[in-house]
């Protein structure tokens, strides 16, 4: 099983990045995915997940308008569309997959991948 995050870099406040997580080794169509991420010195928190049929999200309010999930199931790929990025976005964000619908607690998430590095800064 493999699940690849990028697309992680720096931009500026008010900038835009698009994550993607690339996937292998699992039956995608079957899971939801979920995006989560992490700063230094703070707990992991969830950010966004996409049933697996992709018509249905959810994302934490701090990022609703800004961030959008979505995925293809025909490319085993899930990105997250990341706009007027700020300075608290900055974090490692991972990707995961996960049997439940819609889940927001990482421990119900059965596979991860590693993170990229999204750093916010002027």
């Known amino acids: 099983v493999q699940l690849q995050a990028s697309g992680g870099g720096l931009v500026h406040p008010g900038g835009s990045l698009r994550l993607s997580c690339e996937t292998s080794?699992?039956?995608?169509?079957?899971?939801?995915i979920g995006w989560f991420r992490q700063a230094p010195g703070k707990e992991r928190e969830g950010v966004s997940c996409?049933?697996?049929?992709?018509?249905?999200?959810y994302s934490k309010d701090s990022v609703k308008g800004r961030f959008t999930i979505s995925r293809d199931n025909a490319k085993n790929s899930v990105y997250l569309q990341m706009n007027n990025l700020k300075p608290e976005d900055a974090a490692v964000y991972s990707c995961?997959?996960?049997?439940?619908?819609?889940?927001?607690?990482?421990?119900?998430?059965?596979?991860w991948g590693q993170g990229t590095q999204v750093t916010v800064s002027s």
């Open positions: 995961a997959a996960t049997r439940l619908h819609l889940a927001t607690q990482a421990q119900t998430y059965s596979f």
């Open positions: 996409i049933s697996s049929s992709g018509k249905s999200t």
């Open positions: 080794g699992f039956t995608f169509d079957d899971y939801d």
